[in-house]
């Protein structure tokens, strides 16, 4: 017997027309590329994003089109979100620290018809528009007055697209499964790969977002997304805020501490979300004016392990920790970190110890975890395999690439995450590793993650990764880059002392390279493949490791 209840699909378009009618007051507050905040309602968005919806439509974008957008955070890039979505067009974004080749990859095999760009973006784009498709349609997003001059074949100027349109717009009726949004992964061997989005998907994932991160998500909360609306849709704030009513504070282009701490202040975010390399910004920052930032009660941190010496600074200043796991093809939220209420009077280093976990699934999500043989492990806090995701929010395969799909998916249709973790009797996640990031020391695993997060807390050490190398008689030793926080740097036996409070010997890293900084991925993570890359073959003696 079936149920007897309506079937409305669940339309993106409907987030941003409910937040217009019961949140109207709420909204975003941007930092804008050309200078200065700028501030908006749900109400002015909604008009707004029917104005670009008809000037999309105008220009030819039609069902299933493929508008692309190269932008920071500010409320631009989130009318394009819902305009191009709405109308039934699928909104992609693009990753502005891709290489030049991979952005033109993507472009060419997402079959883009239109590109949006921040100011900031125009000579880049200048420079690839040759290789892009020559009947590109380039809206650059900034009005008349800040229109530059450029190369880019008939750009168009996003504000006097707006003006030449009457507002809001008369969302049209489509399937739920309707693809809504494309992002790229830049894996790290081959063409990045794409995530296709639809309504449904989208609108579920805002439920789970604003359910598993409830106290950022409350009618009238100040939160900030530094995580990028061009990575996994800034994590799925912009749909679950509106949802929710909170307002969203974009910082734009600056993400540099300071930057970060002004706009904080100033504009009373509650909770800010980003991955590890901007909080140690951010946490340079409050050092040194000795104060966080007035309102700052909540840091969402995700994208790669947060290091237990970072949470606790946060949790000492009274800033609450929520550790996130999850990835672009899982919309991307996985798991999550807020304690339950019985669990809220943990003393200091017990409560730093479980947020060191990735927090436990959220409703939607199911986990598995399997050995080398595909057989189940138990949840029990020990085992530890390679982990794999199942639900509607998680990708049912890669977009045009049936090769990478038959790579990720296995024949009980879950999809492999290439992450390595156990998970505890209460839920709780671990990530030891990327499968391909651990490290094989005579038949035994170390976790490179470990070695990092205990380096990390060593006073003397700024940042650090840890990279495998080969050895002609463990096969793989680890060796541990690091960024020293002051001008001269720990001894390598300080450092070793240091770590051998909570590693076995044998963890311990053969060797430390000092360097000014780590390189980062395009989406802010420490990149060990180019560490691999430049120090891969750094010269280990016999001896080491002995
Ligand atoms: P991306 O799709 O680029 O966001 O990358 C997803 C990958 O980032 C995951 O498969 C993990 O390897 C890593 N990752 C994300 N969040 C965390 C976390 N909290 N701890 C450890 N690794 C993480």
């Known amino acids: 017997m079936l149920g007897q209840m309506m079937h409305r699909p669940l339309r993106i378009a409907d987030i941003l027309t409910f937040a217009s009618e019961i949140h109207g007051k709420e909204g975003i507050v941007s930092s804008t590329v050309e200078g200065g905040l700028h501030r908006t309602s749900y109400r002015e968005l909604e008009q707004r994003s029917g104005q670009l919806a008809r000037a999309l439509a105008r220009l030819g974008v039609t069902n299933g089109d493929r508008v692309a957008t190269l932008a920071w955070n500010g409320y631009r890039h989130f009318e394009l979100y819902y305009a191009v979505s709405g109308m039934g067009a699928v909104v992609h974004t693009i990753n502005p620290r891709l290489s030049a080749e991979q952005m033109t990859y993507i472009v060419e095999h997402a079959g883009d018809k239109v590109l949006a760009l921040d100011l900031t973006f125009v000579p880049l784009i200048e420079k690839l528009a040759p290789h892009f498709p020559a009947d590109m349609i380039y809206v650059i997003m900034t009005d008349s007055a800040h229109m530059p001059e450029t190369s880019l074949p008939g750009a168009l100027c996003y504000e006097e697209l707006l003006t030449a349109e009457s507002p809001g717009f008369d969302w049209p009726e489509f399937d739920e499964n309707t693809a809504a949004g494309l992002c790229y992964t830049s894996g790290t061997t081959g063409h990045p790969k794409g995530t296709l989005y639809s309504h449904r998907s989208t609108v579920l994932h805002a439920y789970s977002c604003a359910l598993s991160l409830y106290s950022a998500m409350r009618p009238g909360n100040r939160i900030l997304p530094v995580v990028p609306m061009f990575h996994v849709n800034a994590w799925g704030m912009p749909y679950a805020a509106p949802m929710a009513g909170a307002t969203m504070v974009m910082p734009g282009p600056r993400l540099d501490g300071a930057a970060l701490w002004d706009l904080m202040d100033g504009e009373e975010v509650f909770s800010a979300w980003g991955v ?74 017990e409560r730093v110890a479980v947020k060191s976990k990735q927090g436990r699934r959220v409703f939607g999500v199911d986990l598995k975890i399997v050995d080398e043989n595909g057989a189940r492990q138990p949840h029990d806090g020990k085992a530890s395999g390679e982990l794999y995701v199942r639900g509607n929010v998680i990708t049912s395969g890669y977009f045009r690439n049936d090769a990478a799909t038959a790579d990720a998916m296995d024949n009980e249709g879950w999809f492999g995450t290439g992450d390595v973790a156990s998970i505890d009797e209460k839920g709780f996640l671990q990530i030891t590793d990327r499968a391909k990031d651990l490290i094989k020391s005579g038949g035994e695993w170390i976790s490179s993650i470990d070695v990092e997060n205990m380096a990390i807390a060593h006073p003397g050490i700024a940042n650090a990764a840890v990279i495998a190398v080969p050895h002609p008689k463990w ?47 395009a989406t802010g993570k420490v990149s060990k493949l180019t560490l691999r890359k430049t120090y891969g073959a750094h010269a280990l003696s016999e001896q080491s490791a002995e």
């Not at 051998?500 to 060797?511: E, N, S, T």
Request: glycine content about 8%; overall charge negative.
């Open 475 to 521: 096969d793989e030793r680890p060796v541990l880059i690091a960024v020293a926080a002051g001008d001269t740097p720990p001894s390598n036996e300080d450092v070793n002392a240091h770590l051998a409070q909570h590693l076995a010997k044998w963890q311990l890293p053969d060797d430390i390279i000092w360097v000014d900084s780590l390189p980062l991925t």
């Open 276 to 349: 590890p390399t901007v909080w140690l910004g951010l946490l340079d920052e409050i050092a040194k004016r000795g104060a966080k930032p007035r309102a700052l009660g909540e840091v969402v941190i995700g994208g790669s392990a947060a290091p237990p010496a970072m949470i606790e600074a946060f949790e000492k200043m009274d800033a609450s920790v929520c550790h996130a796991w999850g990835m672009t093809e899982m919309s991307p939220i996985g798991t999550t970190g807020l304690l339950h209420a019985s669990e809220g009077d943990l003393a200091l280093p």
